[in-house]
């Protein structure tokens, strides 16, 4: 089981001693059990490459969805679609080889609503990213 570490104000963070690609099919199939689906594949390292001609380190961003908790958000308040999906990204650093995973801490996004029903539902989701993280 990986452990989770908080990262300061909004991230909740693994490192894995697991190849990257490996990491983004395990990833995705963790996030698929906790009831999310993957709605967006951002492949920044390749964006940059064919936009700015620079070269990064892999670099996924997933832009993960729980349906029923979209909905019970979208539901107290429609303009909540700002801070939707949840970002999950998968990288790979040169400094110690793990593949990193990391996710938008829920709780700290929904923060800035002051609503406390989404603060419910941010909470919910939270602990199923937190499951999917684990459990890498």
Known sequence: MAQVSQQPGYGLRVALDIPY???????????KTQGFGVLTEIDVKATMKKKLDKNLPPYLILGACN?????????NEV???LLLPCNVVVYKTDETGKTIVAAIDPEAMMSVTDNPELTKVALEAKALLVQALESL
């Open 21 to 31: 690609d490996q990491a983004v099919t395990a990833v995705t199939e963790a996030l």
């Open 67 to 75: 349906p029923g908790l979209a909905f019970r958000a979208l539901s």
């Open 79 to 81: 303009d909540i679609g």
